[in-house]
């Protein structure tokens, strides 16, 4: 997620560099446009008579509000990339991967969906998982690339 993060050896942890918030959810375009639906139903409820539904029309809204401070709010709205990987070995536990989790194809291959290579790749290795990327081949090249430049390093 790009966070601007580093190690402090004092304190045996991470920080941030500079002042960052991690973001909550990510949600695409058409996922914006069913919660600011769902806003708008709950309001009509809430003016009903059903008040109980009047917090959550305000909640929703929120979500689903552009930002509107000119600030890159693109990685709120950007479509997801998605991956098929096969899980080899006979193991059985993605547990690792569930934050991507879409859902399950077939057997052992299951579907992922992710915004920064970089943090999926990242996961997938150190889950210590074998694991075969099927779709799409520019996530393998990118992989491939990636630990090349890693192993030269070594």
């Known amino acids: ?79 997801p990339y998605f991956a098929e990987i096969e899980m080899l070995g006979g193991r059985a536990s993605v547990a690792p991967l569930e934050y991507f989790l879409c859902g399950k194809v077939e057997g052992h291959i299951y579907t992922y969906a992710f915004f920064d290579p970089d943090v999926f790749i990242g996961v997938l290795i150190a889950g210590g998982l074998d694991f075969r990327i099927i779709k799409p081949n520019w996530l393998r090249e990118y992989m491939k690339e990636k630990l090349s430049g890693i192993l030269k390093l070594l």
């Open 1 to 79: 997620m790009n966070a601007p993060l580093l190690y402090c050896a004092r304190k045996r942890g991470y920080l941030y560099e500079k002042e960052y918030v991690l973001p909550s959810f990510f949600l695409s375009e058409s996922e914006k446009e069913t919660v600011r639906l769902l806003a708008k139903q709950s309001k009509e409820l809430s003016s009903f008579g059903y008040g109980k539904y009047k917090g959550q029309a305000e909640i929703l809204s929120k979500i689903s509000a552009e930002s509107g401070n000119g600030e890159d709010d693109s990685g709120m709205t950007r479509e």
